[in-house]
Antibody, heavy 119, light 107 residues
Framework: EVQLVESGGVLVQPGRSMKLSCAAS????????MAWVRQAPTKGLEWVAT????????YYRDSVKGRFTISRDNAKSTLYLQMDSLRSEDTATYYC????????????WGQGVMVTVSS | DVVLTQSPATLSVTPGERISLSCRAS??????LHWYQQKPNESPRLLIK???QSISGIPSRFSGSGSGTDFTLSINGVELEDLSIYYC?????????FGAGTKLELK
């Protein structure tokens, strides 16, 4: 059974940093591109970033480019999202997903982790 | 960015009826259009990929159609467990984008 378990969410002040982790199991992690998708409270879904299987290629939405860094450790089957210079508009539930670069869809999702950016 | 417009925003349904949800793209996305279901307080779940391809474990009452800019998700015989928000998403070009969603509620 595929499992994606996010951790690291918490309340953080604007301008500060936070790192999310996603522990994967039940599939060959190194064979899947991975992604983060977020959802602001009572809002819709928004793609954040995608990383290739090796980690050699990364893709970001413009609003997080230069502030967020997606990475992975295939030996640990873990995905990361380093978030710097956080803004109030980054407040959301962040979902770890398997992200298909070829077709651009997200087939497996974690339970999500809440990140609140507020003073 | 590709804008996806979903309609209606809310649909009131009666169990057993057949319904159709629309998703229109601001430019062609070929068949790189995918559908998700999100139940209250749950993570989204992939329902249909590439506009019409079924997903293992998803009930056969869900089907998708369309290509280019116009897409439809159909539910043949709505059940109470289908009361959720449905999102379309395009994977044709970055940034990947989602529609605002259609909420199914009980009539």
């Amino acid at each position: 059974e595929v499992q994606l378990v996010e951790s690291g969410g918490v309340l953080v002040q604007p301008g500060r940093s936070m790192k999310l982790s996603c522990a994967a199991s039940g599939f060959t992690f190194s064979s899947f591109p991975m992604a983060w998708v977020r959802q602001a409270p009572t809002k819709g879904l928004e793609w954040v970033a995608t990383i290739s299987t090796s980690g050699g290629s990364t893709y970001y939405r413009d609003s997080v480019k230069g502030r967020f860094t997606i990475s992975r450790d295939n030996a640990k089957s873990t995905l990361y999202l380093q978030m710097d210079s956080l803004r109030s508009e980054d407040t959301a539930t962040y979902y770890c997903t398997t992200g298909r670069l070829g077709g651009g869809y997200f087939d497996y999702w974690g339970q999500g982790v809440m990140v609140t950016v507020s003073s | 960015d590709v804008v996806l417009t979903q309609s209606p925003a809310t649909l009131s349904v009666t169990p057993g009826e057949r319904i159709s949800l629309s998703c229109r793209a601001s430019e062609s996305v070929d068949t790189y259009l995918h559908w998700y279901q999100q139940k209250p307080n749950e993570s989204p779940r992939l329902l249909i990929k590439y506009a019409s391809q079924s997903i293992s474990g998803i009930p056969s009452r869900f089907s998708g159609s369309g290509s280019g800019t116009d897409f439809t998700l159909s539910i043949n015989g709505v059940e109470l467990e289908d009361l959720s928000i449905y999102y379309c998403q395009q994977g044709n070009s970055l940034p990947y984008t989602f529609g605002a969603g259609t909420k199914l509620e009980l009539k």
